[in-house]
């Protein structure tokens, strides 16, 4: 039973790199240049699973400053994805003619070491803007944007009332049909998946065609009683559940880990989505494997799950782009060999000539 508010775990996370050492038990492989430039954020129940799991841990290594992120900070990029190319209007990434980006708060359940907006959020504030009518300005004057994706930060950082604000206005605009959710929250903080933001989820189906959360988990270990209670309550609510997954080296680079986890998400209800290429963000490198390794690993995914259990596995492309798919056809280089499987590594063939 989860009884604390969301809002009182929230401000009783660790944010210094001593109480968060103190609370361990063991020291964290990290100067206080590190959490200087990359602070920490971390909740006190995710801080006591990774005091159980261990340091050297998939929680531990997603979660716990290292001072590999201050390595290689003249690689990699700080937008990695090229966001700011595309902020067309105040919080409003628009990259997609039929979806836009409202980015309503830079603020998180907790920081994730390998995150893509590293270099622009953390240590930043939520900011619930004075400009908001010329984002609505510019959703009017493009029709053409059909859904509203909240990211951040964290979208259900936002307390209940500014959601309600945000959705009663895009409800306003016709063209609008489907809004989505990008969130931590069911697995870093499930206090936050409270009676309040389960019944503005209800009701928000009442004026949008769809309504979606994509939850964000990379490994099983992340999972626990509370949080799954948490992703079923959202099931409750009838809103499509989505998983969206970062592909990262040292947490989940190996076939059994990403087969458990798309099971634990099937068992949870939750349609596998996405499957992330890392981003080339600077300080967050040490997590990178490269495309080949990638392709391998999702290639081998079949042999393990039916089509209806794996993500779409995507490449943002640096510089702003967007999304690609990361695959290559399962059987076919562009080449025209012929791609077969031998254990984990795949090897060309000259194709077959028609008899
Ligand atoms: S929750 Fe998402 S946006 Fe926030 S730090 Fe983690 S990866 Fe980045």
Not at 47 to 54: H, S
Not at 90 to 111: G, K, M, N, S, W
Not at 258 to 284: A, C, M, S, T, W
Not at 288 to 293: K, V
Request: charged share 20%.
């Amino acid at each position: 039973m989860l009884t604390p508010s969301w809002t009182t775990e929230f401000k009783s996370s660790y944010k210094t790199l001593a109480e968060l050492e103190a609370f361990l038990g063991f020291s964290v492989s990290a100067s206080p240049e590190v959490t200087a430039t990359y602070p920490v954020f971390i909740p006190r129940r995710l801080a006591q699973k990774i005091k159980t799991q261990g340091p050297d841990s998939v929680l531990a290594r997603q979660f716990l400053p290292h001072q590999n992120e201050l390595e290689n900070q003249q690689a990699g990029f700080s937008d990695p994805i090229g966001d700011q190319r595309f902020l067309k209007a105040p919080q409003l990434i628009h990259r997609y003619p039929t979806r836009a980006l409202f980015a309503p708060t830079t603020v998180c359940p907790v920081h994730c070491r390998y995150c893509f907006r590293k270099n622009e959020l953390y240590a930043k504030e939520e900011m619930f803007r004075p400009e908001f009518e010329q984002t609505m300005d510019y959703l009017k004057s493009h029709p053409e944007i059909s859904e509203i994706i909240f990211t951040g930060g964290d979208p259900f950082t936002l307390s209940d009332e500014k959601i309600l604000f945000y959705l009663d206005s895009f409800k306003t605009i016709p063209s609008i049909k489907d809004v989505r959710f990008h969130t931590r929250y069911p697995v870093s903080l499930p206090e936050r998946i409270d009676e309040g933001l389960l019944k503005i989820l209800i009701t928000a189906q009442k004026s949008f065609r769809t309504v979606s959360v994509a939850i964000h988990v990379n490994h099983i270990d992340e999972f626990d009683q509370d949080a799954a209670h948490a992703i079923e309550r959202l099931s409750t609510t009838g809103v499509q559940l989505l998983s969206q997954t970062v592909l990262l080296r040292g947490v989940n680079d190996q076939r059994e880990a990403l087969v458990n986890l798309f099971q634990e998400f099937i068992r949870l209800k939750v349609r596998p989505y996405y499957l992330h290429h890392p981003d080339q963000v600077k300080g967050g490198l040490h997590f990178y494997l490269s495309l080949e390794q990638g392709r391998t690993l999702y290639h081998s995914l079949r042999q393990e799950l039916p089509g209806w259990a794996i993500p779409q596995y995507i490449i943002d492309l640096p510089g702003g782009e967007g999304k690609v798919p990361a695959h290559n056809s399962e059987s076919h280089q562009f080449s025209g060999h012929l791609i077969t499987l031998h254990g984990d590594t795949i090897s060309l063939e000259e194709p077959v000539s028609p008899s």
